[in-house]
């Protein structure tokens, strides 16, 4: 995992269908994959108040790419208010790396953690109109080295597409918006302990002035996705399947009863 250091200046561009990374974020806390809802054209993950996280990043594909992380509107890895042009993550053909902090130096990071909203580090520094998002903008680079292995079979994982739903009336559309309106964000992402996390420097040359890909991921607690409708209030548990007999069908084993 490198820092890229040499880069051209850039200007922001629309979001990309083109998916050269792929962005996911694990709750490092219970060890769950927050598994995104699709909700009016964004995505959506629900935070836990107090729990570290981190952003996994992943190159789909045979070249290097660099990857400049937002989060909450801040550079991860400067500090800085987030625009493409700045320094980034730079990934190695099909690499797959998990960024846990606020990049203090090429040693260590500050950890990621889901907090209320007044102690996110975008708050705490002047900056809190952009709290609840997570953003990569991805560059190609120039004139790159091509690989002619393939990429692994096992490990990659691409972002799902988002289901295409039916235009909602007039009426709902408003309504939904209405709530989203009625609800203010509740969490950001604080500035917490300090953890090893060695990186080192490269040079990369970027392909174009504009990034290749563009994708935001929006977070809130729990209650929060309710209130504004991204989650049901009352949501439905799936039922167990039982086609017959399960060779696993309890966790630990459980003593012998007393004759």
């Not at 922001?12 to 809802?37: F, K, M």
């Not at 563009?214 to 209130?227: F, G, K, P, Q, T």
Request: hydrophobic letters at 35%; charged letters at 20%.
């Amino acid at each position: 995992m490198l820092i890229a250091t040499t880069a051209l200046a850039t200007a922001c561009s629309p979001v990309s269908a083109r998916g050269l990374v792929d962005v996911a974020v694990v709750d490092r806390d219970s060890g769950q994959w927050l598994e995104p809802v699709h909700h009016r054209g964004k995505r959506w993950i629900a935070g836990t108040p107090g729990h570290r996280y981190g952003v996994r990043l992943t190159n789909t594909s045979g070249e290097r790419v660099l990857v400049v992380l937002s989060v909450d509107g801040v550079n991860a890895v400067t500090g800085q208010t987030a625009h493409p042009s700045q320094a980034g993550y730079v990934l190695s053909p099909w690499q797959s790396t998990e960024i846990s902090g606020w990049r203090k130096s090429l040693d260590d990071v500050a950890q990621f953690v889901f907090t209320d909203l007044p102690d996110s580090y975008a708050a705490r520094t002047g900056r809190p109109d952009n709290v609840g998002v997570i953003g990569v903008a991805v560059f190609e680079e120039s004139r790159p080295i091509r690989y002619d292995y393939p990429p692994p079979v096992a490990g990659m994982e691409r972002d799902r597409a988002a289901s295409k739903a039916a235009a909602p009336a007039a009426d709902a559309a408003a309504s939904g918006a209405m709530r989203e309106q009625s609800a203010p964000q509740r969490i950001g992402t604080g500035h917490g302990q300090r953890e090893w996390s060695p990186v080192s420097r490269t040079d990369f040359v970027r392909a174009s002035r504009s990034p290749s890909q563009v994708s935001e991921l929006r977070y809130d607690d729990h209650d929060n996705l309710i209130a504004i409708g991204v989650l049901p209030r009352y949501p439905r548990w799936p039922q167990p399947r039982r086609d017959g007999p399960e060779a696993f069908p309890n966790g630990f084993v459980a003593d012998p009863p007393r004759w």
